[in-house]
Nanobody
Framework: QVQLAESGGGLVQAGDSLRLSCTAS????????MAWFRQAPGKEREFVAS????????YYSDSVRGRFTISRDNVKNTVFLQMNSLKPEDTAVYYC?????????????????????WGHGTQVTVSS
């Protein structure tokens, strides 16, 4: 199983930017989609963004589309989440995940059941 490690979280003010990174332990990282999910206190985990293996297709939740950008570097086994114009409601623990299958379908790409390996998360806190 691929080991994933997130980094880049922190405490910022509303309107600021952050860039999250997630590095995988082995080349199997490149096999399927990579995604970011988040979970706020007292809420269910929710989909944020997903990117297919070669990076040519991305999917976003409505709440972050236009503000967040997902990208990946398969040589470095790393996926990124550039978060701009952050809002207090973006406060959550952010998790990266990887799938064994390439999903060119937004519904499948946004389901947490589609992903088999998860990181431990990085905290993002946005103050107003």
């Amino acid at each position: 199983q691929v080991q994933l490690a997130e980094s880049g979280g922190g405490l910022v003010q509303a309107g600021d930017s952050l860039r999250l990174s997630c590095t995988a332990s082995e080349r199997n990282f490149a096999r399927g989609n990579m995604a970011w999910f988040r979970q706020a206190p007292g809420k269910e985990r929710e989909f944020v963004a997903s990117i297919v293996r070669n990076g040519d297709t991305t999917y976003y939740s409505d709440s972050v589309r236009g503000r967040f950008t997902i990208s990946r570097d398969n040589v470095k086994n790393t996926v990124f989440l550039q978060m701009n114009s952050l809002k207090p409601e973006d406060t959550a623990v952010y998790y990266c995940a990887t799938s064994l299958t390439i999903y060119y379908n937004s519904e499948l790409a946004s389901r947490d059941q589609s992903y088999y390996s998860w990181g431990h998360g990085t905290q993002v806190t946005v103050s107003s």
